[in-house]
């Protein structure tokens, strides 16, 4: 039997006459990934601080572990772990001083050993942390956030300005916290991410919630289907491929035809070779969240974000 450790019932948030959070609900399962996606301004981060007891809501109710928010913030806070956005730490701390300063303000806490090596940081235990690459700094952000031995652990676009190696490292942390049993609330505006590392994922655009469920579930529903890309086509392998597909479409000088059947590849390949079609190459691409969100906005995911 699937355990909700967070149920959250028409939650909204105003700040005078905007309103951020726009009426959501949800559930978080225990030991889960839940990733709330969306571009910045979307809603995403007054949801979490809400939840983590941070900031109030309008309306709406929230439990955490089947406590009230607004009953039982003491309680929670030492049942939960948060890694917000822009985190910093001391500069002047080691690694190790760092995570032994942050679980000192509580009375049970983990050891810093543990959590080094939790997050694969032994060999920079006793390097000063502004000397840390972003990456790094991320995971001591990690480690400090799991100094309690939270249930439940909040962290607030945790790759954000980081570089695709360091970014893949985070990934790897976050993996080794869910092994452990840990349950993962993860906002993010990266796509990959998100389908990468989520057990279920909620879409986030002008405040609500727009489609929910796993990546899989969620790209199966609001997606196109495997497309085969015919690059450099242009009209000569556009009005070829009409004979064998209803579902061809012209952008640019690429053509994208619709893989409903298996036969579809053969048959494409087939008729460009007969025919003597030029094309570059041929990409086959099934539907991402990317396109998800396209299909359901009618833009892309980095299009008219604010901060």
């Given amino acids: 039997m699937v355990e909700s450790v967070i149920t959250v019932s028409k939650l909204v948030k105003k700040y005078g006459d905007f309103t951020a959070v726009d009426g959501i609900d ?26 983590e007891c941070l900031k109030t809501k309008t309306s709406g ?35 190790k001083e760092n995570i032994e300063y942050f679980g000192g303000m509580f009375r049970e806490h983990l050891p810093a050993e543990d959590l080094i090596t939790l997050v694969d940081l032994k060999d920079k235990r006793d390097e000063y942390f502004k000397n840390l690459s972003g990456g790094l700094k991320q995971r001591v952000g990690v480690a400090i956030s799991m100094v309690n031995d939270p249930d ?16 893949r490292e985070v990934w790897e942390v976050v993996k080794g916290l869910k092994e452990k049993g840990k349950t993962i609330i993860l906002t993010t505006h990266y796509m990959e991410e998100a389908e ?11 405040g609500r919630f727009i489609a929910i469920g796993s990546p899989k579930d969620i790209i199966d529903r609001y997606g196109t289907g495997t497309v ?61 969240l990317e ?13 008219g974000e604010v901060d």
């Fill in 26 to 51: 949800f559930e978080v399962h225990r030991g889960e990934v839940f990733s709330i996606l969306g571009p910045n301004g979307a809603g995403k981060t007054t949801t979490v601080e809400i939840i």
């Fill in 61 to 95: 109710e929230v439990s955490i572990l089947g406590m009230d928010i607004g009953r039982a913030t003491r309680d929670i806070k030492k049942r939960i772990g948060v890694l917000p956005q822009d985190f910093n730490a001391f500069d002047l701390l080691t690694v």
């Fill in 152 to 167: 439940i652990i909040f962290l607030d676009e945790p790759t954000t300005g980081l570089d695709p190696k360091a970014r």
């Fill in 196 to 206: 990468v590392l989520s057990d279920r994922v909620a879409i986030m655009d002008g």
């Fill in 228 to 288: 085969l890309m015919v690059r450099g086509g242009g009209a000569s392998a556009y009005e070829k491929l009409k004979t064998i597909s209803s579902r061809v479409e012209r952008k640019g000088e690429d053509v994208v035809v619709r893989v409903d059947r298996k036969e579809v590849l053969p048959e494409v390949v087939k008729v460009l070779e007969s025919s003597g079609s030029f094309y570059e190459e041929l990409q086959l691409r099934r539907s991402t």
């Fill in 291 to 303: 396109d998800v969100f396209l299909s359901l906005t009618g833009r892309r995911l980095g299009e």
